[in-house]
Every structure is written in structure tokens, then in C-alpha cells.
């Protein structure tokens, strides 16, 4: 027979080790789930008796990749890829759900969302040469300004065939969000009397008004036989400035317009992409640890580590009843690591070898 403080002791240690088990188990699934999340892939095929719904599956998983890549890899890099096999896709992918089948006219349609295995993909990039970059979504202040040379006039609003087309086309995999500015007098009163110093003009009087520091200001030159787009890009405090030219463009076709204006759109997501890449070959190994009867500050920590792009990797290396240990493999720098957990309100003690959390 045990004595009641025996019998205590017993339980306490099973209850240790099965929450020991728990959290191992809760945060090795949690790892390996970690994903890059492609949602609502729209498929279609007709429904007669050459149907075969796996080559539809197939067809998303095609779209879905085709998706990830745009969203996260720039367009230089996207001719290493564009003779990917469908069997090296399917590696990459965790799992899929179809969702919103239905049979309309002899047609089946459906959406999937698809899971790509996000350890996988970042070593698939690496070995490709190629740095991709976080999924990073922002607003934009955009300021649209169109000059014709030839009648020598600006148009900020009316008659600026840019900003009364710029958001016809939205594409899913794009990561920035361009807020158009308001019409007002006193903006086109502003250009106007700069429009000889167009090129140098800061825009500070506009910009102020909106409480903003990230921009984007594209001057569109109409020289008839080729239009010429200076965009300023203005992000944390950084600007950087992007000249293209195009010929025989006739702005008044109204695909030649839309086509020109997505072109202008992927230069200026390219730009977004290149200022944040990961860096995949840095693999930063990082010891934490904090205290295992935490359940929250547990659940708080891997939450938070599974939406962070940086994060290649993280498993528990060792736990007790006084600590448990992680281990996160980071591709970045220790101050850019900090950095990103203080603005996750995950406090540091960085003073021993160990950092913990506090």
C-alpha cells in the first residue's frame, strides 16, 4: 500500500509526463503542418464520359503552384521554374480539400484549396537558385499622374485613362493593395503649377494629408510613339525608382491599356518582393526556453512561430518539469529574430547562452 503523500507524488509525475507527451506531440504536428496556403482554386471540365476528376485535381495543383510561385518569387526567376513536372509539384503539397462541388450544363466545377508543404518548397526554391520572398500584403498611397506631351497637359483624375483603369484588374497573388488618392482641386492646383519640374516635384503637401510614408507615385509620359513610366517607390523610409519605356502603345485600345498598367503592376511587385527576401541558405539556429507548466505562453510561442515566413523550422529538444527547450532554425539574423518576436509581444531574455522567454 502506498501513503497518501506516496500516492500524490505518483500522480503528480504521471501528470508531468503526460503533459511532457502532449506538448511533444502538439508541437512536432504543429512543425510539420507548417504551410504556404493557396485558397479557392476555381476548376472546371466537362462532364461527360471522358471525365476523370483526377486530371482535374491535377489542373489545381498546376493553378495552385502557378499561384504560390507568383505571389512569392519575382519574374526573373520565374523561367527556372516554368518547366516544373507535375510529380515534383506533388511532392510539395501537403494536402488539399475540395470544397463547392457542383454539376451545371454538363459541366463539373469546384474549388480546392491547396497546402504546400512549406519546409519542401523552400528547399525546392533553394536548390533552383532562387530567394523568394515573405508573403508580405501592404497598402499603398498611389498617386497616378499622366502627361501628354504632345498637347503638353497634365491629368491627375479626369482624363487620366491610368487612374480611371488602374484597379480594373486584381489578381489574387498580388501583395499590394494601391489605395488611389481622393480627387481633389488643390492636388491638381499642386501639380499643375510643378508640372515643368514634374520628375523632381516631392508630392510632401499631398502625401501629409493621408498619414502615410509608404507611396507610390508613377508619372505616365504620352509621347505618342512611347510611353514612358517613372514610378517612385517609398516603403521604410527607403526610396527606390523604376524608368521603363514602351513602344507603339495606343492608349486608347483598351486591352493595350489594361496590359500596359499590368506590366507597370508586376514591375512594382517586383520591387515589393526583392526588399523582402528569405534568405534560405541562412540557417540560424536558435535555442529557447521556457517554463513547461506555461500552456499558454506554449500555445502563444507556436501559434505565432507558424505564421512567421522566417521560420524554416522549430521542434522541442528536450523537456522536464522545470523546461521545456526549443530549438528554431531561423533564416535570418539574431537581432532580425528579436525583432519579429517583440512585435509579436514575445518578450526575450537574451543575457544567458539560453535565451527564454519571459
Known sequence: MYTKKEFFKIVSYVIICLSTFFLSLITTTTAQSKIFKIKAIEVSEPFDAKFDKERVINKAFLMAFEELTSSIITTKYKLNIERTKLSDIKYLIESFEIKNESFLDKKYFAKLNVNFNKKRTLNFFEKKNIFPSLKKNKDFLTILIFLDNEKNQIFLYENNPFYENWNNRKEKYFLINYILIDEDIEDIKLINENKENIEN???????????????????????????????KFSFDGNLKIINQKYKDVNLTNQDELENLIFKTKINLED???????????????????????????IVNLEKKLDTIDLIYDYY????????????????????QFLKIMAENNIKIDIENEIWKIK
Open 316 to 335: 522541442v529538444t528536450n523537456i522536464s518539469s522545470t523546461n521545456l527547450n526549443y530549438k528554431i532554425i531561423f533564416n535570418g539574423s539574431p537581432n
Open 271 to 297: 520591387l515589393w518582393k526583392s526588399n523582402n527576401l528569405i534568405n534560405t541558405s541562412l540557417k540560424l539556429p536558435i535555442n529557447l526556453q521556457l517554463n513547461p507548466k506555461d500552456t499558454y505562453k
Open 201 to 231: 516635384y516631392q508630392f510632401e503637401e499631398i502625401i501629409k494629408k493621408y498619414d502615410t510614408d509608404d507611396y507610390i507615385v508613377s508619372i505616365i509620359f504620352d509621347n505618342k510613339k512611347e510611353i514612358r513610366i517613372l514610378s
